[in-house]
């Protein structure tokens, strides 16, 4: 069984074993595909796992041989569903790989907004600590986190996650999700509606998957119904946020700050205005890629192969 691998790089730059899938196949690794290489690059390969780059209709079409596709993590936007379903291909993610490590990452953008710990460290290294009554160092602005109201959209895994570190950090907790669960509600978390969210959030911390219904979810008109000086933090996927309406209010004042591990496109590139917004703390889609995080991911993209080939599909899309 041929395997190929399309975009091992960001997975794997080289710290960390291919071994629990490369045992089960014949196996070709791709640091990167670009789109006009990727049919060349799945070939004649029944399995391919891919991390961003798209497989679509055409590239199915084109590569008759492809019988099942894995993603590294648990979004699976970058891969046609209804092609996939229509050539017989099963496509499979890894939805609780990284649960720890982007509900961390959530969290510290968060403390980074609240403490400005980088730009407390960045003015002692430029110009040291010299004095008690330094103005510039003083009016570098905190603030407490504990008795404020943080609002979690989709209050899976990773939410889950986040609302615990809130917990413990003195916060209260609102949530929504599609279908809410009265088991996880405490003294502290309750469920709401979207628009009780938005108005009673002092932080809103995003964690749904990418579809129709999220896509551009956080719009002029989502912002209007949000605290003034709210703070927004989005480690779930950059096309959730209308940028454009985002970066509006981060210019008038409506929002705090914003806190962004994803963005829209990918790369975002040295211009895009979110990014490098003033207020706004970014980082290159990183929370997942703790080492542990990336060993963990192809243990598990491993075992889905084997349940597969077993005929025990497990952590199936399509």
């Not at 009265?182 to 998957?209: K, M, N, Q, R, W």
């Not at 829209?264 to 207020?279: I, N, S, V």
């Not at 995080?293 to 598990?300: K, L």
């Not at 349940?307 to 497990?314: L, P």
Request: glycine share 8%; charged share 20%.
């Amino acid at each position: 069984m041929k395997i190929a691998i399309l975009d091992g790089f960001l997975v794997n730059p080289g710290d960390i074993s291919w071994d629990p899938i490369a045992k089960q196949g014949e196996l070709t690794v791709h640091a990167s595909t670009a789109p006009a290489e990727t049919v060349a690059h799945i070939g004649d390969a029944e399995v391919v796992y891919t991390n961003r780059c798209v497989i679509g209709a055409a590239e199915m079409a084109a590569c008759p041989g492809l019988r099942f596709i894995n993603t590294f993590g648990t979004g699976f936007n970058m891969i046609d569903l209804t092609a996939a379903k229509e050539h017989g291909i099963t496509v499979c993610n890894v939805p609780a790989y990284s649960t720890h490590a982007v509900a961390q990452m959530a969290a510290a953008l968060l403390l980074q907004i609240a403490c400005n710990t980088a730009v407390f460290d960045h003015y002692i290294k430029a110009h040291g600590w010299e004095t008690l009554e330094d103005s510039e160092m003083t009016a570098i602005p905190q603030m407490e986190l504990a008795g404020k109201t943080i609002g979690i959209i989709g209050l899976g895994d990773i939410g889950g996650n986040m609302a615990k570190i809130a917990q413990a950090l003195g916060m209260e907790v609102l949530a929504y999700r599609r279908h809410p669960n009265a088991a996880l509600e405490s003294e502290h978390l309750h469920f709401v509606t979207l628009d009780e969210l938005y108005s009673g959030s002092d932080v809103i911390s995003i964690h749904c998957p990418l579809n129709e219904e999220s896509r551009g979810m956080i719009n002029a008109a989502a912002i209007a119904k949000m605290r003034d000086g709210a703070i927004l933090i989005n480690t779930a996927r950059g096309a959730v946020l209308d940028d454009d309406a985002v970066v509006e209010a981060l210019d008038s004042g409506k929002l705090y700050a914003v806190g962004a591990d994803v963005f829209a496109p990918e790369p975002c590139g040295k211009t895009h205005p979110l990014a490098t917004h003033p207020r706004c703390v970014a980082t290159p889609h990183v929370g997942w890629a703790p080492r542990e995080t990336r060993e963990r991911v192809i243990r598990y993209c491993a075992e889905n192969l084997a349940a597969w080939r077993a005929g025990k599909t497990q952590n199936r899309v399509v």
